[in-house]
C-alpha cells in the first residue's frame, strides 16, 4: 500500500464505513449530508469520477485525506492517513509504519520490554485514565493512539502520542515512558504564533480549554529536550510558553528567553496555584461538577 493507492480509495466506501449513506446519486454524483457537520439539506456531494468530495455549505473541496482531516479536524497529514488506514482496513504505506524498537520508561530496565504494538485509542481504561484528567474522548481519539508491549510475562497497555521521529510518549495510571526515539512533538498550521509545552498532557488540557486554536504547537515531551526546539522556533513573532510552574520550568522558560528575548511570552500565570496546566484544567472541571451537582 502506497500514499497514492490509499488516496484512490472510493470515497463512497470510505464514507459508508463511517456509517454515512447518500441521500440520492445520479451517475458520478453522490449527495451526503455533511459527514463532519450539522446540517438538514445534503450540499456534500462525491464526485466518484474525480475522486473529489465538495462541501457547497463551506465551499471546501478535497480528496481522501483532507476529508479525514475535516473529521478528525487535524491538519496533520500522518494523523489523516493514519485515519484512513484505519478506517478502510488498510495497512499503513509502509514508510509511514511506526518501526520495532525498545520502550524506554523511567528507572525501567529497556531490556524487560518487547513486542510493542501501536494501535488506534480505543481502551476504555485509558480513555477513563485521559477523562480523569479532563480530556474528553473526542480530544483523546484524535490525537493519540495506544502502545501494547510486553515485560516479563506480562502484557501492558498504555496511551501514545508521536513525536516527530517516530517514537511515542507513553502514560497511563501507573506508569510514565517513552518508545524511543525520544524527540519533540509538532502541530503545526503556519501560524505566526507557536505555544510550548512540556508534555502532551499539557498541549492536550491546552486543546480542552480552547487554547491556541489555528496556532502552531511545539511539544517538549521532556524539558531536556528544549535543544531540539530551539532551532524549530527561530522563525515565530510570538512564542507563549505554557510551562510547569516549577525550577525545571521557570529554567526552561529564562533559556528560551535568553535566546528570543521579548518574543518569549510567559503563560503560567493562568494556572497560577497549580503545577501545570492539566492540574488547572482537573481542578477547575471538579469545580464545576460540584457546583453543577448542588
Known sequence: MDIETMRNIPLEDFLA?????????????????????????????????????????????GDIFT???????????????EYVSEVSGLPLPEALKP??????????????FRDVEIRPLQSAALLGYLESRGICRGTAVRTCHEA????????????????????????NSFFKGSISPKDVSLVLSGSPVCNVYEGFIDYLSAKELGIGAGED?????????????????????????????????????????????????????MYSGHKDMNEYLTDKNNIEHDRDTK
Open 148 to 171: 501494547w508491549y510486553t515485560t516479563g510475562s506480562k502484557k501492558y497497555f498504555a496511551v501514545a502520542f508521536r513525536n516527530r521521529s517516530g517514537g511515542y510518549e507513553l502514560r
Open 17 to 61: 464505513r463511517l456509517g454515512h449513506a447518500p441521500i440520492r446519486h445520479k451517475g458520478a454524483e453522490f449527495w451526503y449530508r455533511s459527514p463532519y457537520r450539522d446540517e438538514k439539506t445534503a450540499s456534500f456531494k462525491v464526485d466518484t469520477a474525480k475522486q473529489l468530495w465538495y462541501d457547497f455549505g463551506t465551499g471546501k473541496v
Open 217 to 269: 504547537h511545539i511539544i517538549l515531551n521532556s524539558v531536556a529536550n528544549v535543544g531540539r526546539a530551539m532551532p524549530l522556533l527561530e522563525n515565530y513573532a510570538e512564542i507563549r510558553c505554557w510551562l510547569d510552574n516549577d525550577d525545571a520550568g521557570s529554567r526552561t522558560l529564562e533559556r528560551l528567553r535568553s535566546v528570543y528575548g521579548d518574543d518569549i511570552r510567559d503563560m503560567s500565570a
Open 67 to 81: 476529508l479525514a482531516g475535516e473529521l478528525l479536524r487535524s491538519d496533520d497529514f500522518i494523523s489523516q492517513v
Open 99 to 112: 518501526a520495532a524498537c525498545p520502550v524506554s520508561g523511567y528507572g525501567r530496565d529497556e531490556s524487560g
